[in-house]
């Protein structure tokens, strides 16, 4: 079935198509390493390891080598899990980045009376165009750009 025509926009946002998750051998070997870091983290401190973390790494490690299938149920809640985090913690992350540096930004730059995009109304002028002094290049160097 062919792609319907977007013009305008670069990017469908409306998409059908649910994410691929990941292989199961490929979940089963990445949680038997955090349970191995989990183990271990006690022998930076000088205490013993954790021998149930350390059992529990083995197993996952064991499965997805031997029957990676058996991590299946498993993979698919993480996924979704994953999905579910992703819808909450990515509206956060950019309202704190546009509220701790964006519009902290703009604020001082208007206390400052910047106007880099030169919105502000003149009254006097005679046109907004940039008169650039010498013009510029020549039309004939637009030509052949990649």
Do not use: C
């Not at 070997?29 to 191995?36: E, G, K, Q, T």
């Not at 930076?44 to 029957?67: H, N, S």
Request: without cysteine; aromatic residues 10%; glycine residues 10%.
């Amino acid at each position: 079935m062919p792609q319907p025509v977007h013009k305008g926009i670069h990017e469908r946002l409306n998409r059908d198509e649910a994410p691929a998750g990941g292989s199961d051998r490929g979940f089963g070997i990445v949680f038997a390493l955090v349970f191995v870091a989990i183990g271990l983290f006690p022998l930076l401190d000088g205490g013993p390891p954790r021998g149930w973390a350390l059992g529990v790494a083995g197993a996952f490690l064991a499965v997805a080598l031997v029957r990676p299938a058996l991590l299946a149920p498993f993979n698919r809640v993480w996924f979704k899990f994953g999905l579910l985090l992703q819808r909450v913690v990515d509206p956060l992350v950019m309202a704190v980045i546009y509220f701790a540096v964006v519009t902290p930004t703009g604020l001082v730059m208007r206390a400052a009376g910047k106007d880099s995009l030169r919105l502000r109304y003149d009254p006097d002028a005679e046109s907004y165009w940039i008169h650039r002094d010498p013009p510029g290049s020549e039309r004939e160097s637009m030509k052949n750009q990649f």
